[in-house]
């Protein structure tokens, strides 16, 4: 049974501080992704990574960083938070497949739900 | 760039109706097709996938999803919901990043 876990639940911060983000997966997946959740948008990725040290940026990128030192774990960084970040904020990951990326579902984390003040 | 546009935003309904949520997107080439549920409190979950074959897939729980190609559609239905079905259903889809659509809200009354 596939777990991503994600390292709280729930985190209040203050503009301006530095924000980690923490993502790990137990099944030894190749792809890993971070979203933002917003009501009326849907998902929307930030970034994502398709083995150690790679990193691709996604649709919604700006304000964001991400390191992934290790294949199972993939950190989310805010450099300086914003109160436009309180969000909620989903890790993902998945395997490669025959089809590279796209070649299968993502398993998600329970979330972060990010207040910024 | 693609996009993914779920018709309802909120769908409320009783016990025992039919329920059918509406999926387009705007993306020409083959795309994989999603439908994820996220219940109360819970993890985005997968409910039903769709990569390639027959246009017509069932899921868990009962759901089926029938992708029309040149409606560029994935539409979700289930016969009769149950009270348990109350959550947030989203469609996504996959040339290669996963997109995904606003959600729907379904409320389904006892």
């Known amino acids: 049974d596939v777990k991503v876990t994600q390292s709280s639940r729930y985190l209040v911060k203050r503009t301006g501080e530095k924000v980690f983000l923490e993502c790990v997966q137990d099944m030894d997946h190749e792809n890993m992704f971070w979203y933002r959740q917003d009501p009326g948008l849907g998902l929307r990725l930030i970034y994502f990574s398709y083995d150690v040290k790679m990193k691709e940026k996604g649709d919604i990128p700006e304000g964001y960083s991400v390191s992934r030192e290790k294949k199972e774990r993939f950190s989310l960084i805010l450099e300086s938070a914003s109160t436009n970040q309180t969000s909620m904020y989903l890790c993902?990951?998945?395997?490669?497949?025959?089809?590279?990326?796209?070649?299968?579902?993502?398993?998600f984390g329970p979330g972060t739900r990010l207040t910024v003040t | 760039a693609q996009s993914v546009s779920q018709h309802n935003h909120h769908v409320i309904l009783s016990e025992a109706a039919s329920l059918e949520l509406g999926c387009n997107y705007s993306y020409g080439g083959t795309v994989n097709l999603f439908w994820y549920v996220q219940y109360p409190g819970q993890h985005l979950q997968l409910l039903i996938k769709y990569f390639s074959g027959d246009p017509l897939v069932k899921g868990i729980k009962g759901f089926e999803a029938e992708f029309i190609k040149s409606k560029f559609s994935f539409n979700l239905r289930k016969p009769s919901v149950q009270w348990s079905d109350t959550a947030e259903y989203f469609c996504?889809?996959?040339?290669?990043?996963?997109?995904f659509g606003g959600g729907t809200r379904v409320l389904v009354k006892p």
């Open positions: 996504a889809v996959q040339p290669f990043k996963l997109t």
């Open positions: 993902a990951s998945s395997n490669s497949g025959r089809g590279g990326i796209r070649g299968s579902e993502q398993y």
